[in-house]
C-alpha cells in the first residue's frame, strides 16, 4: 500500500472516529483544532514526490492563504510568466503571493520584473506556509536555492511539463504534453475572472516556450490556449517588440 493510500485510510477512520464521537454527545469544538493540523503535516509528508492531478492543485492552494512561488534558475519566460501569472491571478483567491528567484531575470523579461526577490543570505520574505515550484521539478534547477529549498519543512507542490524530474520533496503535478507551463497555470487560474495583465503574462511564456509558435511542440492545444489568451486580453504584437 502506498504512503498516500494509507494517509487517507487513517483519516477515513479517524474522521469516522470523531463523527461517532459527534453523534454520541461526545463532541467538542476543540476536536477539529487537534485534528486538522497533524492531518494536513501527515499528508503532506506522504504526499511529497507523488503525482498529482489537477484537483489535488486546486485543493492544495485552497488549503493556504500565504504562498512562496519559486521559478527554476536562469528563468526563461515561461519559468517567470508561470511566476508572475500565478502570483497576480491568485490574489483574486485572495491568497498573498511572494515570488523568489534562484537567479535574476533577463532584460529580456524585464517588463516582468515586479516585486520579484533574487536569493541572497541576507534576503528577506514575509512568512508563507507552503511553496509552489513552477516550470521544473529538478534539483540542479533550483540553482542556489537548492539547498535552502531542502530545509524548509512547509508543504510543496510543483507545477512542471517536462519529463526529466527528481524527488524534490513536493508533490508533483505534471503534464508532458503541454508545451508550456503557463498552460497549466491557466487551467488553474480559469476557475476566476483573468485579467489582461494576466494574460499576456502567460501568453509570453506560450510563445517563447514554443519559439512563437514554430517548435515541433506547438500542438493544437498550444494554438488553441494562445487563442483564448489572446480572446483575454493578451497583445501578441506589443509582446513580440
Known amino acids: 500500500m502506498s504512503g498516500a493510500l494509507a494517509f487517507c485510510r487513517i ?4 474522521c469516522s472516529y470523531l463523527q461517532e464521537r459527534q453523534s454520541g454527545g461526545r463532541w467538542d469544538s476543540r476536536s477539529w483544532f487537534y485534528l486538522i493540523p ?3 503535516f501527515i499528508e503532506s509528508y506522504l504526499m ?8 489535488d492543485v486546486l485543493r492544495f492552494i485552497g488549503n493556504y492563504t500565504n504562498l512562496l512561488i519559486i521559478p527554476h534558475t536562469r528563468p526563461d519566460g515561461d519559468a517567470v510568466g508561470s511566476a ?3 502570483r497576480e491571478g491568485l490574489k483574486t483567491w485572495g ?3 511572494q515570488i523568489l528567484l534562484p537567479s535574476p531575470v533577463s532584460d529580456q523579461l524585464e517588463f ?3 516585486n520579484l526577490t533574487v536569493y541572497s543570505e541576507d534576503m528577506k520574505l514575509e512568512p508563507f506556509e507552503a511553496i509552489i515550484v513552477v516550470d521544473t521539478c529538478s534539483w540542479s534547477q533550483l540553482g542556489a536555492l537548492a539547498d535552502w529549498f531542502k530545509n524548509q519543512t512547509v508543504p510543496k507542490l510543483a507545477i512542471d511539463h517536462h519529463k526529466t524530474r527528481d524527488d524534490i520533496g513536493a508533490m ?3 503534464e508532458e504534453e503541454s508545451a508550456s507551463c503557463c498552460q497549466l497555470i491557466y487551467y488553474i487560474l480559469s476557475y476566476q475572472e483573468i485579467s489582461e495583465e494576466v ?3 502567460l501568453f509570453t511564456g506560450l510563445a517563447l516556450d514554443t519559439g512563437w509558435f514554430k517548435h515541433d511542440n506547438t500542438t493544437k492545444t498550444a494554438m488553441r490556449d494562445g487563442c483564448a489568451l489572446i480572446g483575454l486580453g493578451a497583445k501578441p504584437a506589443d509582446l513580440y517588440k
Open 11 to 14: 483519516k477515513h477512520v479517524y
Open 38 to 40: 497533524p492531518l494536513i
Open 48 to 55: 511529497s514526490n507523488v503525482l498529482v492531478e489537477h484537483h
Open 84 to 86: 508572475v501569472a500565478l
Open 95 to 97: 491568497k498573498n503571493c
Open 112 to 114: 516582468m520584473n515586479k
Open 172 to 174: 508533483q503535478y505534471v
Open 199 to 201: 494574460a499576456n503574462y
